[in-house]
Nanobody
């Protein structure tokens, strides 16, 4: 079955960097669109970025320039490089996969069928 396992979260000071990873298994990862979302306490889950099988990307406008999504199709792993972190980036970060190989995905939650359990990122000032 589909499994998405995030790692790499932690606590960092403002201005620091983290790289999140998402290990994927149980589906045709190479041809499936993938995304990162985040959810802060008391807030709705919001999109961070998506990357399609052709490596094209879409970013939430407010995060573009600080965050970079990438994928390694040999290692079945999705990444999120986060730089210049701010306290408002504190959230649980989730990896997500589209339902079907070849399906397009962007920044809407309903474009994704599978979700990981999340990894916590805490940024202190």
């Amino acid at each position: 079955q589909v499994q998405l396992v995030e790692s790499g979260g932690g606590s960092v000071q403002s201005g620091g960097s983290l790289r999140l990873s998402c290990a994927a298994s149980g589906f045709s990862y190479r041809s499936v669109c993938m995304g990162w979302f985040r959810q802060a306490p008391g807030k709705e889950r919001e999109a961070v970025a998506s990357i399609r099988s052709d490596y094209s990307t879409t970013y939430a406008a407010s995060l573009k320039g600080r965050f970079t999504i990438s994928r390694d199709n040999e290692k079945y792993t999705l990444y999120l490089q986060m730089n210049s972190l701010k306290p408002e980036d504190t959230a649980m970060y989730y990896c997500a996969a589209a339902a079907e190989p070849g399906a397009w995905c962007g920044l809407r939650k309903n474009e994704y069928a599978h979700w990981g359990q999340g990894t916590q990122v805490t940024v202190s000032s």
